[in-house]
């Protein structure tokens, strides 16, 4: 067993965030590890800030992480990476997908969009892209991009040798299965 793990991971309603981080708690509990998992999705449903925590270790006594001490940052919109680097520790790493969904203010004129800010979480923290949503559109379903996210996370954290299989047929329906094996797969070797 590790020390305890924090990993927060982020995005906006739809992107399948509270998913990822359930099939990343399964697949966790079935290898023996403490796990306590939180999740916060307001509006999620109408584009919203989604975030889940995932703290796991030998034993894990509050599913909080409290500020400045994720060792793991995964975040499924690039604006989303902004908001919760601040629980980030300095050492910490950020795996971030490049996609940018525009927010309601953007949408409306209000603002513009900040092209920049991939460049300035990179300067930031240690920081890995991933093109999660162009490789899961590639493998036939763009909804797949947060298991390619989740593949990328797991490589990073060199969990490879857990039940990832079991888990992720457990936590998802029999016909998409396969198409989320392969993602899974598409995220490890994007990030090697």
């Known amino acids: 067993?590790?020390?305890?793990k924090n990993i927060l991971l982020c995005g906006v309603?739809?992107?399948?965030?509270?998913l990822a981080s359930k099939i990343l708690s399964y697949a966790l509990v079935e290898s023996g590890y403490d796990v306590k998992m939180s999740e916060i999705h307001g509006m999620s449903q109408r584009g919203g800030s989604v975030v889940t925590q995932v703290r796991f270790g030998k034993k894990v006594y509050s599913p909080i992480i409290g500020k400045g001490s994720a060792d793991i940052l995964v975040s499924f919109e690039a604006m989303e990476t902004m908001r919760y680097l601040y629980q980030l520790r300095p050492q910490g790493v950020a795996v971030v997908n490049s996609c940018m969904i525009p927010t309601a203010t953007t949408l409306s004129g209000k603002q513009e969009y900040p092209m920049d800010i991939l460049d300035r979480v990179d300067a930031a923290v240690k920081t890995k892209v991933v093109d999660a949503s162009a490789i899961a559109l590639e493998l036939g379903n763009e909804k797949s991009m947060n298991i390619v996210m989740l593949g990328a996370l797991v490589k990073l954290m060199g969990l490879e040798a857990l039940y990832w299989?079991?888990?992720?047929a457990a936590c998802m329906k029999p016909k998409f299965v396969e198409l989320n094996k392969k993602a899974f797969?598409?995220?490890?070797?994007?990030?090697e």
Do not use: F, K, L, R
């Open 13 to 18: 309603g739809g992107q399948g965030t509270i």
């Open 1 to 4: 067993m590790c020390e305890n």
């Open 165 to 168: 299989d079991n888990a992720i």
């Open 185 to 191: 797969a598409a995220g490890m070797a994007a990030v």
